[in-house]
């Protein structure tokens, strides 16, 4: 099984659509989880994104490696009972303003929504009243923002500075992800970042199912 999981990674890595799907479809005879199955496709796209940042990729691969994860996300739901209710309230998503980015957007929101999370994706390049407005709409408490460019640091502080301002910042819970770190949380007002989706689903299912207000981390 693990010799499954290692080339999974290395063939999602490499854009070998074939070679994923067929790895998939064995590894999902032989039992493995679907979710650990997912996981490693997320550690292969990882590698997509490293390379691209180093300029061995282009913006075509990454669409490629998104692709692929949806054709894998479509393969391991095929024959899952999926219902119209979910687990959880819904999670606002979206790529803020100034960035197009959209590849971990979507690997995470895909992932979540296999584990019975309602999520509204608002898209890319979003300006900071549609969240605004989508909190609203839902009544959301958990609000994750995106962004791979350091222009988004700015778009992510200006949304969590009007999510204060329509007076839904005590209730919501701020998690950005993307390039980020901790110097970046503090600088945008967040309460969480997180590079991985596994981080984002484990804070997520955290703050949907204790009902709890989540303090900001200092």
């Known amino acids: 099984m693990l010799k499954i999981q290692k080339m999974l990674v290395g063939a999602m890595a490499r854009l070998d659509e074939t070679m994923v799907i067929n790895l ?15 996981e490693e496709i997320r550690l292969g796209t990882d590698r997509v994104g490293e390379l691209y940042s180093k300029g061995e990729y282009f913006l075509s691969d990454l669409i490629m ?13 095929q024959d899952r009972v999926v219902t119209a209710q979910t ?5 606002i998503f979206g790529t803020v303003e ?18 019975g999370f309602d999520i509204c994706d608002l898209g890319v390049d979003v300006p900071g009243q549609k ?4 909190v609203e709409l839902y009544n959301s ?3 994750c923002l995106t962004g791979l460019i350091t222009e988004a640091f700015d778009s992510m502080k200006n949304t969590i500075d009007l999510l204060e301002e329509a007076g839904l910042r005590a209730r919501t819970t701020v998690i950005i992800g993307g390039l980020v770190n901790e110097s970046v949380r503090k600088y945008t007002g967040a309460n969480y970042w997180a590079t991985d ?6 804070l997520c299912r955290n ?3 204790t009902n709890k207000r989540i303090v900001q981390s200092s």
């Open 141 to 143: 408490r958990v609000v």
């Open 87 to 91: 687990l959880y309230p819904t999670v």
């Open 131 to 134: 969240f605004i407005e989508a």
């Open 207 to 209: 703050i949907l199912v």
């Open 197 to 202: 989706c596994t981080k984002v689903i484990e």
């Open 65 to 77: 490696a998104s692709e692929i994860f949806k054709d894998v996300l479509a393969l391991v739901n």
């Open 98 to 115: 100034d960035d197009i980015h959209d590849i971990g957007k979507n690997i995470t929101t895909g992932i979540m929504r296999y584990n």
């Open 24 to 38: 998939v479809k064995q590894g999902l005879q032989m039992g493995i989880n679907p979710y650990v199955l997912l």
